[in-house]
């Protein structure tokens, strides 16, 4: 069973740097996409990316594009999702999920890490 | 890309049944086999119930269904039980849109 555990959670103030991680399973073999979803407190999800493991094949979001960057270090099969000036409003709950069979077209998300709650606060 | 519209809640006593709608485009829902559904507890991760407009998981009670017409997808909770109680959320893939994936806003769902 494929599972995607998290690193844990952060508190950070604004303007500071983050990267947050995702470790899986056979990375560097696997054709399934990677993705990160935010969750604003009380909201629904977004999804703000996907990353293909094995050529490092990025796709934003509109909304999410120039905001963070999503890369991957296949050798250790972790994905991870990256602030450079993090905001107030960056405050939520990020999931990492993965596109349930191989290829981009026509999948869904599963399965889905345990969450990472960012709290960005002075 | 705007998100798929859901109602915010619905509700229904236990043994009955409740559907919730998901309505998109001609560009999302109506373009694609594959809407999935993901129902998420309080303080919990999303799971999959859904995929495929009918397809169920391995080990997702027989209780949830999906269908689709047109532009519009449904899930339907049968039997409700109190462990259905929960936020649920749909998905699509957008194929005609340079950005190929939406979630629906949410509905709650409150066992009564």
Known sequence: EVQLVQSGTEVKK???SLQISCRGSRFSSSTYWIGWVRQLP?????LMGLIYPIDSDVRYSPSFQGQVTI???KSIST?????NTLRTSD???YYCVRLGKGGYSNNWFDPWGQGTLVTVSS | QSA???PPSASGSPGESVTISCTGTSSDVGDSDSVSWYQQHPGKAPKLIIYDVTKRPSGVPDRFSGSKSDNTASLTVSGLQAEDGADYYCASYAGS???KYVFGTGTKVTVL
């Open chain 1, 14 to 16: 604004p303007g500071e």
């Open chain 1, 42 to 46: 009380g909201k629904g999800l977004e």
């Open chain 1, 71 to 73: 890369s991957v270090d």
């Open chain 1, 79 to 83: 994905a991870y999702l990256q602030w």
């Open chain 1, 91 to 93: 405050t939520a709950m």
């Open chain 2, 4 to 6: 798929l519209t859901q």
């Open chain 2, 97 to 99: 849109n340079n950005w």
